[in-house]
């Protein structure tokens, strides 16, 4: 990933977080409010059947519309939410987007993982799990705080160098 686009996706989340609540020492309360930070930019999420076609969630620009499947567990939502609000804000060029459960699907490598390390940086933000982690130090009960998967956690505190 270009540098220029680390530092961008980094001001981005820093601008939602000063719109979310915080703890005494300044960090992002978990787990953040996704809905609230979609409100932000005045988007919509829908739950949606999307009929085994597996799809895990969708971007509309033009009516600025997110959706995700409805079948989904709660933190694979969430996700998804994120993933498609990084598109909203990095890639002012995707129009639509459609986010495959399975990867390798989409042609578009690049800013799908832009919109994933959006996501990672934005549901899990460094100065929260470097207070939390070292209470804890157990990769399931992190992620049960912060609404994300096992897995999401685990790459994050693997990303932050904390395991
Ligand atoms: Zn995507």
Do not use: C
């Not at 939602?16 to 996704?34: Q, T, V």
């Amino acid at each position: 990933m270009m540098v220029i686009m680390k530092d961008k996706i980094t001001d981005l989340v820093a601008e939602i977080f000063e719109y979310l609540p915080k703890n005494r020492s300044g960090a992002p309360l978990a787990p953040i409010n996704i809905s609230k930070a979609i409100e932000l930019y005045g988007l919509k999420a829908y739950d949606v059947d999307f009929k085994g076609q597996g799809i895990s969630g969708a971007f509309d620009r033009s009516k600025m519309e997110i959706y995700v499947n409805s079948s989904d567990p709660y933190v694979i939502k969430i996700f998804t939410l994120a993933h498609e609000l990084g598109h909203y804000l990095l890639h002012k060029d995707v129009k639509n987007d459609v986010l495959f459960r399975e990867k390798g699907k989409h042609g578009r490598e690049k800013i799908e993982r832009e919109a994933n390390t959006f996501a990672a940086e934005l549901l899990m933000p460094e100065a929260a799990i470097k207070i939390y982690w070292p209470i804890t130090e157990n990769i399931q009960q992190l992620a049960d705080k912060f609404s994300v998967s096992y897995v999401a956690m685990r790459n994050r505190l693997h990303q932050l160098g904390l395991i």
